[in-house]
């Protein structure tokens, strides 16, 4: 079975800095790889997925993930957040082949923007 | 407009009570899914169906059941039999067979008092 870690449960980061958020994945079959954003008290949004082809994913609101198969990483990146950006970010992996539809989602990044 | 809407947003109910969360959506989606989110847990899969009539258990089913009687509808029941109701609960589709890129609802935060 799939399983998802998102190293820090929270991140505080200043305006316009450069943040990175992390994200390891464990399974034995390739996979399929997603980035969601929350906002508080609302569901979640999809900010980009990474399916096959070019190990650099391109998503909403100024943001990039790339896929390190030999690291098993899928690591969030922004180069400069905005006080907007705060919100809790989630990593999710499913498997590409079987029966099995089941997102597996990391535990969660909480991040802060400070001004 | 097309998108999943979920109500009530909040919702609050005594010890022992059944409770009906409603999901609903008019993207034309086969995969409908319930997830419950608790603070530092991220999201459990609680039921998913994959077309009308029928539906599967997720990781956390026991206390919980659905229906799938429309493709647009999938309403959740919390039952008596689960033990710690209080939590967030959302509602997700998908329509990609492959990658099954879900989209989800706002959520219904239920209390159970």
């Known amino acids: 079975a799939q399983s998802v870690t998102q190293l820090d449960s929270q991140v505080p980061v200043f305006e316009e800095a450069p943040v990175e958020l992390r994200c390891n994945y464990s399974s034995s079959v390739s996979v399929y790889l997603f980035w969601y954003v929350q906002y508080p008290n609302q569901g979640l949004q999809l900010l980009l997925k990474y399916l096959s082809g070019s190990t650099l994913v391109k998503g909403i609101n100024g943001f990039e993930a790339e896929f390190n198969k030999s690291q098993t990483s899928f690591h969030l990146r922004k180069p400069s957040v905005h006080i907007s950006d705060t919100a809790e970010y989630f990593c999710a992996v499913r498997l590409t082949s079987g029966s099995a539809r089941q997102l597996t989602f990391g535990s969660g990044t909480q991040l802060t923007v400070l001004p | 407009d097309g998108g999943i809407t979920q109500s009530p947003k909040y919702l609050f109910r005594k010890e022992g009570q059944n409770v009906t969360l409603s999901c609903e959506q008019n993207l034309n989606h086969d995969a409908m899914y319930w997830y419950r989110q608790d603070p530092g847990q991220g999201l459990r899969l609680i039921y998913y169906s994959q077309i009308v009539n029928d539906f599967q258990k997720g990781d956390i089913a026991e206390g919980y059941s659905v229906s799938r009687e429309k493709k647009e509808s999938f309403p959740l029941t919390v039952t008596s039999a689960q033990k710690n109701p209080t939590a967030f609960y959302l509602c997700?589709?998908?329509?990609?067979?492959?990658?099954?890129?879900?989209?989800f609802g706002p959520g219904t935060r239920l209390t159970v008092l």
């Open positions: 997700a589709s998908s329509i990609d067979r492959i990658t099954d890129t879900q989209y």
